[in-house]
Each structure stands twice: as structure tokens, then as C-alpha cells.
């Protein structure tokens, strides 16, 4: 073998890689006329089917009221995923062979009488591993999640012990506040222990973000230069192009805090800045990042004032495309005081990181779609160019680019050629696109895949929630009973508002413009 066999072997070991086969199962979808199912659940297991993931054998049984048959239900599924697929066209042979496992079970979520049903269906499939494995998806309104287990639990489909395997997925928003949460977190486990329930945040089955753990600690380079000692400040941006559109309802129960910083942008920052866990254990990576959320300082309610800015859009363009204000979506209420946009400093009080700012901001009709880390590093001593090179030389940053064109970029310092001593920054850049090809899976068919093989390392603990809610508490209450002024308004296609800038320029910071979709 040569070194350049060896440079292209592929890495031995990949975080989160499914250990051993998925076992036979069969999948239950609370929820399964609903949109989730149609838009990310279905199209993932097709995908999975495709690639050869799936168990050996397999069933997906859809649990919703509407009347339908399982022929039905197919169809619908068919038609939606020409729609949602990844891929196109959709196999036609393949998806008759994945269909033939899908069976609709019609029933009331409030209706002992349906989980009898769904039990005579499951034992109708042997009395095997797709009888007694089986993984219980949650696409229903969290408000139903207590029920739901406690009837699984009666008809005999949930237990907490025993030879075979039962779990249960659920998604987002898990609460609205630290009581909430757990509230909902003592009801999920009444019937099940915590290690049989698998949130799902489908930000950590996005590959970059999985690869931000390989990148830092498989790599000497970065890893050295990652702490207080060499990183000026972190900005995380997740820009979204879109409005609420028909979200409104949810939206206003939700703010840009709750829908993206209480979850996704504090798994990212516990990704970015986490300790070396002890092994890629599920439990141990759990640990650092809870560690890690323990150690970011709650703000009192004047630090809220000084370090968090939130915004509402009013209308504007994106794009080119006139939007409405978020006042004037549909079921908004037209005086509402929601965020649709959050910016914030903060601190982490650790060895590691004290002292170091993160920037986080979020927002919806920003100019582009995008999500990235950018890690600015300090400054050079500005002495031996500072007559050719004016002030200050860029600093470097080394960006982390989540979506679109997932990838990695560096930033330096290099000489324009030629006979001045100019210098210039310059970009090395890494794509997983070109490095990898365009096979990217969808966050989905990871976690569900996961689920089924039953690693909770990319699923979020009942401790990450919580605490993640105790530092999103402390904003709320900081803005409690305080209206949006003038000063917190944007224009749709806008970076927020102007107070979001100040917000670094105080500190003689700016943010950076990410790489998106414009
Ligand atoms: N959609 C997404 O992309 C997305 C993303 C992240 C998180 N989520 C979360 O996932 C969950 C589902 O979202 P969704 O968008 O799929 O919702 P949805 O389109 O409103 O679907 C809700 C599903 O629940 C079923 N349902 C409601 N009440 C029922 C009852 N009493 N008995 C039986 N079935 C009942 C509905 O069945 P019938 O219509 O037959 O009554 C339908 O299949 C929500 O908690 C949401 O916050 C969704």
C-alpha cells in the first residue's frame, strides 16, 4: 500500500456509526397523515431501504384518525415523496418493494380501544422481533406524548425491561420553558426509562455538525489553538431566508429564541467548545456537552439589556420577492411582541474559555439561507506590516460552513504577487461536495437509523434539555413584560436590526457575512 492509498482509505471510525446492523423492528408513526411523515419520515426510510440499511426485516406502521387503507396511505406516500425525495427519479421498483412493508392503522390517539388494534396488528406480524422490537415515533403535538405512552404502555407494547427493545423518538419543541420540559421529560418516563427516549434535534444528524467533533479532535493542528489563549470570538450564524409563512401559529407560541437558540444553536456551541469527551460513547459525549451548557453564564436581567438583541420584521425584500411584515402573517396576532430574530453574546465561564465571546444570531427573512461557525482567531502584533498593510492585517478565521456547500474554510494572510508588499486574505477551502462526492444523507435517515440501532449519542438527554432551558429562561425573563420598541424592528432582507451590529461593534467586532443561498 502506498501513503496515497493510505490518505484515501476511508477513517475507520466515524462518530456515531452504527456499531452493529439494525435489528428487525417494526416502526410505529404516531402522527403518520401529517406532514413530518410525509416530508422527512417516509422519504428517509425509503432512502435507507435503497441503501441497504434497513433491518433485514422491517415494518412502518402509520397511526393516525383520518380513514384510510394501507393502499391508500402508500399512494399518498408515493405521491409525496416525488415531492420530498433526495433523490429523482424515485426507483419505482425499489419503492414497491419498501411499500409492500407499510401498513396504516386507523385510530384515536385518546382511544384505549385503538392500541388493542395496534397490538392484534403487531402480533399479526409473528410473535418475533417485529412484534416485540419496536421503535415508537412521536409526530403528534407534544401535548399528546404522555397519553400516548401511557396507552402503549397499557396495551402491553411498552416495557421497561426485557429481552427485547422498545423506544421512543420524539421531536422538538420538547417544552416551552424549564418547568414545562419537565414536566413533559416526567411524563415520557413514566413508562420508559430515559435511555429509551430519543429527542431529536435533526440539526445533529446533519454531517458537518457531526463532523465538528471529528474535525477537533482528530486533527492536532485546530485542537491546539482552541481555547481562550488563541480564539478572539466565536460568531455562530443561522440565517434563514424564509418568513413564518403558514408557521405563524406555532411561531407565536415559539420566537426565534425557543424554535432555533434553545436547541440547535446551543448543541452546535456545545459541539464547538465541549471538552474531549473520555470515548465517542453516547454517555460520555452527553456528559462534556452538558458540562459545557452548565458552564455558559446565566445573564441577570440587565446583562439581557446589554448582551441579547431580538428583532421582528417588518415588510421588506428578499431576493427580489416582496414579504408581508410578521404582523401581517397569517394567524399572527397584528400587535405581537414575538421575536423573529435573536442576537447574543455570551460567556463561558471555563478554564478553557473565559473571557472569549460567542456571538450567536438567528432570524428569519435575513438575506440568505446559511448556518455556519466562524472561529476568529487573535490578531498578529501589528508591527512588521503595518506600514505597508494600513491599520490592522485580517485576522484569521477558520469557518465551519453547516448549509448549503457543507464544508470548512480557512482564512489567511498572503502576498499579492507582484514587486509591492501587498498583502491580501485568502481563502483554502475544503467541500465535502467535491472532497466526498454529492452523497449527503438527510439528517433523518441518520437519526433514524441510529434509533433503530439504538446509539443516543446524536439525541439530546433529558439534562441537555433542561439546562438549555434554565439559560433560555433567563433571556425570557429579561424581556418580560417589555415591548418591542422601534429599535428592534427589520426590514425583511435585512441582517436584523441595527442593534445587532452595535452589539459586536462595541466590542470592535462585526459580523461576518456567511456564504448562503441569496
Ligand atoms: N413538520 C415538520 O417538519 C416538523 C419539524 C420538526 C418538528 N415537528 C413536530 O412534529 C410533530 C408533528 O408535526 P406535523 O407537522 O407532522 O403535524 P401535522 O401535519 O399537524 O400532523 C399531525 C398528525 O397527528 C395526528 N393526530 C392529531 N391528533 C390525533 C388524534 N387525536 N388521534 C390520532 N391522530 C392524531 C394527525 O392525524 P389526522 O390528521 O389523521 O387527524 C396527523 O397525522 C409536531 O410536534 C411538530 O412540532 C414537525
Redesign the pocket.
Known amino acids: 500500500m502506498t501513503d496515497l492509498d493510505l490518505v484515501n482509505e476511508p477513517m475507520i471510525c466515524r462518530l456515531g456509526e452504527s456499531r452493529k446492523p439494525a435489528e428487525p423492528c417494526s416502526i410505529v408513526i404516531?402522527?403518520?397523515?401529517?406532514?413530518?411523515?410525509a416530508?422527512?419520515l417516509i422519504p428517509a426510510l425509503y432512502h435507507l431501504f435503497k441503501e441497504k440499511q434497513m433491518p433485514v426485516a422491517f415494518r412502518v406502521v402509520g397511526?393516525?384518525?383520518?380513514e384510510k387503507t394501507d393502499e391508500s396511505w402508500r399512494q399518498e406516500l408515493r405521491i409525496a415523496l416525488d415531492q420530498f425525495s433526495r433523490t429523482k427519479p424515485v426507483d419505482e421498483t425499489v419503492w414497491r418493494e419498501f411499500a409492500a412493508n407499510l401498513v396504516y392503522c386507523q385510530?384515536?390517539?385518546?382511544d384505549a380501544g385503538a392500541y388493542q388494534k395496534l397490538e392484534c396488528l403487531l402480533t399479526g406480524f409473528g410473535s418475533g422481533p417485529l412484534r416485540e422490537n419496536l421503535l415508537f415515533y412521536l409526530?403528534?403535538?407534544?401535548s399528546?406524548f404522555g397519553e400516548v405512552v401511557e396507552h402503549v404502555h397499557r396495551a402491553g407494547l411498552l416495557n421497561k425491561d426485557g429481552a427485547a427493545w422498545q423506544r421512543i423518538v420524539v421531536?422538538?419543541?420538547f417544552g416551552h420553558d424549564l418547568n414545562s420540559a419537565h414536566a413533559l421529560n416526567n411524563e415520557l418516563t413514566r413508562f420508559a426509562h430515559e435511555r429509551q427516549v430519543f429527542r431529536i434535534d435533526?440539526y445533529l444528524g446533519k454531517e458537518t455538525v457531526q463532523n465538528i467533533l471529528m474535525f477537533r479532535f482528530s486533527n492536532s493542528i485546530f485542537e491546539r489553538l482552541w481555547n481562550r489563549e488563541s480564539v478572539d470570538h466565536v460568531q455562530i450564524t443561522v440565517s434563514e431566508k424564509l418568513g413564518v409563512g403558514g408557521r405563524g401559529g406555532?411561531y407565536e407560541e415559539a420566537g426565534a429564541l425557543r424554535d432555533m437558540v434553545q436547541n440547535h444553536m446551543l448543541q452546535v456551541l456545545a459541539l464547538i467548545t465541549m471538552e474531549p469527551p473520555v470515548s465517542l460513547e453516547a454517555e460520555a459525549i452527553r456528559d462534556e456537552k452538558v458540562k459545557l451548557l452548565k458552564s455558559i453564564r446565566p445573564l441577570r436581567s440587565d446583562e439581557v439589556l446589554r448582551q441579547v438583541v431580538r428583532g421582528q420584521y417588518f415588510a421588506g425584500m428578499v431576493g427580489g420577492e416582496s414579504r408581508p411584515g410578521y404582523r401581517q402573517e397569517i394567524k399572527v396576532r397584528p400587535d405581537s411582541h414575538v421575536e423573529t430574530f435573536v442576537a447574543l453574546k455570551l460567556f463561558i465561564d471555563n478554564w478553557r474559555w473565559s473571557g472569549v465571546p460567542f456571538y450567536l444570531r438567528t432570524g428569519k427573512n435575513l438575506p440568505m439561507s446559511a448556518s455556519e461557525v466562524r472561529i476568529q482567531f487573535r490578531s498578529t502584533p501589528n508591527v512588521l506590516f503595518a506600514a505597508q498593510c494600513g491599520e490592522r492585517l485580517d485576522s484569521n478565521a477558520l469557518t465551519l460552513r453547516l448549509q448549503p456547500n457543507e464544508g470548512i474554510s480557512l482564512r489567511f494572510n498572503g502576498k499579492v504577487p507582484g514587486t509591492s508588499l501587498a498583502v491580501r486574505p485568502v481563502r483554502m477551502h475544503f467541500s465535502y461536495d467535491s472532497e466526498f462526492g454529492a452523497y449527503t444523507p438527510e439528517a433523518y435517515e441518520r437519526l433514524l437509523l441510529e434509533a433503530m440501532v439504538g446509539d443516543a449519542t446524536l439525541f439530546i438527554r433529558r439534562d441537555e434539555v433542561e439546562t438549555a432551558w434554565q439559560i433560555v429562561d433567563s433571556i425570557r425573563a429579561g424581556w418580560e413584560g417589555k415591548a418591542l420598541t422601534n429599535r428592534e424592528f427589520y426590514a425583511a432582507g435585512t441582517w436584523g436590526p441595527i442593534a445587532a451590529e452595535e452589539l459586536l461593534a462595541r466590542a470592535g467586532h462585526a459580523w461576518h457575512e456567511p456564504q448562503g443561498r441569496k
Do not use: M, N, V, W
Open positions: 404516531f402522527g403518520a397523515s401529517g406532514d413530518l411523515t416530508r422527512k397511526f393516525a384518525r383520518r385510530g384515536d390517539l385518546t409526530a403528534i403535538s407534544p399528546q421531536e422538538k419543541p435533526h406555532y
